[in-house]
């Protein structure tokens, strides 16, 4: 038992995961194609806009507090 063990059992929990995702989401069959123009208009809804700004910003946020340990 070391450190191989570790990897060896998240490689197994990953692949039971795996199966029971496989096993369990039903498959949908598409009816229509969505083209570009429809996926990309989910972005410019308000919810999203926020959830994708408050990811920039906490993103700028830790690399910006990393640079002060830096110098």
Do not use: Y
């Not at 806009?49 to 002060?68: D, E, K, P």
Request: proline content about 1%; aromatic content about 12%; glycine content about 8%.
């Amino acid at each position: 038992m070391g450190w191989c063990s570790t990897f060896w059992v998240v490689t197994v929990t990953g692949d039971i995961a795996l199966i029971g995702i496989w096993k369990l989401i039903p498959h949908i069959e598409d009816e229509q194609q969505a083209g570009f123009r429809k996926e990309f208009a989910v972005v410019r809804q308000g919810k999203v806009l926020v959830a994708h700004g408050m990811t920039f910003i906490s993103a700028c946020s830790v690399n910006c507090s990393s640079l002060q340990f830096v110098q």
